[in-house]
C-alpha cells in the first residue's frame, strides 16, 4: 500500500507540471510569499516556477510546513541565475 499512495502522490506533481505548462498563469504571484516568482499549491508542497512565454521552469518543490518566503530569500539569487542560465540556453 506504501508504494501505490508514493506512486499517486508523485503522479499528482506530474499532473501539475503538465497543468503548468499548459497553463502557465495558474501559479500566483504571491508577494509576501514568492516574488518574482510564480508558486502553485501541489499536495502539501509548493511548486516555485517561472513562466516564459512558451515555456515554463519548475525552479524548486519545497513544503508548505517551511518558512518558504525565509527560503525564498536565501535561494532567490541561486533561482534568479538558473533563469538566466536557462533563457541564455534558450537563446543559444
Not at 508504494?3 to 504571491?30: C, D, M, T, V, W
Request: proline share 3%.
Amino acid at each position: 500500500m506504501g508504494a501505490a499512495k508514493a506512486r499517486n502522490y508523485i503522479q499528482g506533481f506530474y499532473s501539475a507540471f503538465e497543468k503548468i505548462a499548459a497553463k502557465p498563469g495558474l501559479g500566483e504571484h504571491r508577494r509576501e510569499r514568492a516574488e518574482p516568482f510564480v508558486m502553485v499549491n501541489v499536495q502539501s508542497h509548493f511548486v516555485i516556477y517561472h513562466a516564459f512565454p512558451d515555456q515554463v521552469l519548475i525552479l524548486t518543490i519545497q513544503h508548505q510546513s517551511r518558512d518558504i518566503e525565509a527560503l525564498i530569500g536565501v535561494m532567490r539569487a541561486d533561482l534568479l541565475a538558473e533563469i538566466e542560465a536557462f533563457k541564455r540556453r534558450l537563446n543559444g
